[in-house]
């Protein structure tokens, strides 16, 4: 609640902060004053003179120009409002499905003298892939237009990579990659899976959904005697979505979203992948 408060305390200020300006009516004649309150539905603008005194008129009194500046500051105070804008982002399993892991284990030895041959199933995979999806809902008087939507997907991947030390001791010995005593290590990843798109103007009353790309997850679950080899597993972290746009007056606005909350206190926003 004191987030919500301090954040209308902001825009007020921010209202209040918009320096004069010289607006033109339809009929040559100019005005210096500043926009107080524009109601997209009404089109009826209030403004401050510089002599203090406020006027309620219809924007379509002024210039094609000062109409496009009124607009273009409501939609950034209603940009910045909760309950103007609102959005919801939410989690969703794409699908899960599982596969066999294979490996050509011909000419393997068994220990016994012998040798494998052919393609085996060693272990099963499960693959679940997921995105976020950004519910976005403009519930405000006037259309939003060239909004930036940027997106992040942290999430954590274990890959197989040889043992160092065992590694070492096979070269010594002259013992052969192909061997099935070969010792993997599980060693964790973190990732990240970003991008962004300009949207389409959102209307008033109007909504859309964005979809952030799909991360799939790997759970791989050896059979014997390779539990100790290439058991993998990974984990979703959550996702991370910031809308801008520019204020009439050049300002960036930011709003942002994650899922969980704590993603944005857990990960920078631009974090360095792990190679």
Same mark, same amino acid.
């Given at each position: 609640?004191?987030?919500?408060?301090?954040?209308?305390?902001?825009?007020?200020?921010?209202?209040?902060?918009?320096?004069?300006?010289?607006?033109?009516?339809?009929?040559?004649?100019?005005?210096?004053?500043?926009?107080?309150?524009?109601?997209?539905?009404?089109?009826?603008?209030?403004?401050?003179?510089?002599?203090?005194?406020?006027?309620?008129?219809?924007?379509?009194?002024?210039?094609?120009?000062?109409?496009?500046?009124?607009?273009?500051?409501?939609?950034?105070?209603?940009?910045?409002?909760?309950?103007?804008?609102?959005?919801?982002?939410?989690?969703?399993?794409?699908?899960?499905?599982?596969?066999?892991?294979?490996?050509?284990?011909?000419?393997?030895?068994?220990?016994?003298?012998?040798?494998?041959?052919? !393609?085996?199933?060693?272990?099963?995979? /499960?693959?679940? #892939?997921? =995105?976020?999806? %950004?519910?976005?809902?403009?519930? $405000?008087?006037?259309?939003?237009?060239?909004?930036?939507?940027?997106?992040?997907?942290?999430?954590?991947?274990?890959?197989?990579?040889?043992?160092?030390?065992?590694?070492?001791?096979?070269?010594?010995?002259?013992?052969?990659?192909?061997?099935?005593?070969?010792?993997?290590?599980?060693?964790?990843?973190?990732?990240?899976?970003?991008?962004?798109?300009?949207?389409?103007?959102?209307?008033?009353?109007?909504?859309?959904?964005?979809?952030?790309?799909?991360?799939? !997850?790997?759970?791989?679950?050896?059979? /014997?005697?390779? #539990?100790? =080899?290439?058991? %993998?597993?990974?984990?979703?972290? $959550?996702?991370?979505?910031?809308?801008?746009?520019?204020?009439?007056?050049?300002?960036?606005?930011?709003?942002?979203?994650?899922?969980?909350?704590?993603?944005?206190?857990?990960?920078?926003?631009?974090?360095?992948?792990?190679?």
């Amino acid at each position: 609640m004191k987030k919500l408060i301090l954040l209308f305390t902001l825009i007020t200020l921010s209202a209040s902060a918009v320096e004069y300006r010289t607006f033109t009516a339809q009929d040559g004649r100019t005005l210096k004053a500043k926009v107080l309150a524009y109601n997209g539905t009404t089109g009826q603008v209030q403004i401050q003179r510089e002599d203090k005194k406020k006027l309620t008129v219809a924007s379509a009194a002024f210039s094609k120009k000062d109409q496009t500046y009124i607009a273009a500051w409501q939609a950034a105070l209603e940009f910045m409002a909760p309950g103007k804008l609102k959005l919801e982002l939410k989690r969703n399993e794409v699908k899960s499905f599982k596969k066999d892991h294979e490996a050509d284990l011909s000419k393997i030895k068994t220990g016994r003298g012998g040798e494998r041959d052919g !393609i085996e199933i060693i272990a099963t995979d /499960k693959n679940t #892939q997921y =995105k976020f999806d %950004l519910q976005i809902e403009n519930k $405000g008087s006037v259309p939003l237009n060239k909004v930036t939507y940027e997106y992040r997907v942290y999430y954590e991947q274990e890959k197989p990579v040889k043992d160092a030390e065992d590694e070492t001791r096979r070269k010594e010995s002259g013992e052969k990659d192909t061997d099935e005593r070969v010792r993997y290590n599980a060693v964790n990843e973190n990732k990240v899976k970003d991008g962004s798109a300009r949207l389409k103007p959102i209307n008033p009353k109007d909504s859309k959904v964005m979809s952030t790309g799909i991360v799939t !997850i790997l759970k791989r679950t050896a059979g /014997k005697p390779y #539990q100790d =080899k290439i058991n %993998l597993k990974g984990s979703l972290a $959550g996702a991370w979505v910031k809308l801008t746009m520019k204020s009439p007056d050049g300002e960036t606005l930011v709003r942002e979203v994650a899922s969980p909350a704590s993603i944005m206190k857990k990960f920078p926003w631009d974090p360095v992948e792990e190679k």
